[in-house]
Nanobody, 116 residues
Framework: QVQLVESGGGLVQPGGSLRLSCAASETVGDINSMGWYRQAPGKQRELVALVTSGGIAKYADSVKSRFTISYDNLEKEVYLQMDSLTPSDTAVYYC??????????WGQGTQVTVSS
């Protein structure tokens, strides 16, 4: 059963914007935090942004001031608004959630490609 459903990836030109969404199913317990990781070809998976259920967010230095993460507590959905995209942002983006009981969940990944 798919427990994190992602949407919003795609192809965009440098300087453009994309918005990623991720919804947690009802089978996912009480959320502690949700966020996004990414993995570019030949590189390790890295944290992009994370937000707690209380709204505290943290970002990778490489995306600060360009990306904004937000969380809808009622719907258990997390969003990542990505602006001023550059080719170095090209990667598979994975939604991540962790619960109050320290269960971890991963989405299936969505491709983001920044290219002219």
């Amino acid at each position: 059963q798919v427990q994190l459903v992602e949407s919003g990836g795609g192809l965009v030109q440098p300087g453009g914007s994309l918005r990623l969404s991720c919804a947690a199913s009802e089978t996912v317990g009480d959320i502690n935090s949700m966020g996004w990781y990414r993995q570019a070809p030949g590189k390790q998976r890295e944290l992009v942004a994370l937000v707690t259920s209380g709204g505290i967010a943290k970002y990778a230095d490489s995306v600060k001031s360009r990306f904004t993460i937000s969380y809808d507590n009622l719907e258990k959905e997390v969003y990542l608004q990505m602006d001023s995209l550059t080719p170095s942002d090209t990667a598979v983006y994975y939604c991540y959630a962790t619960t109050l009981y320290e269960d971890d969940y991963w989405g299936q990944g969505t491709q983001v490609t920044v290219s002219s």
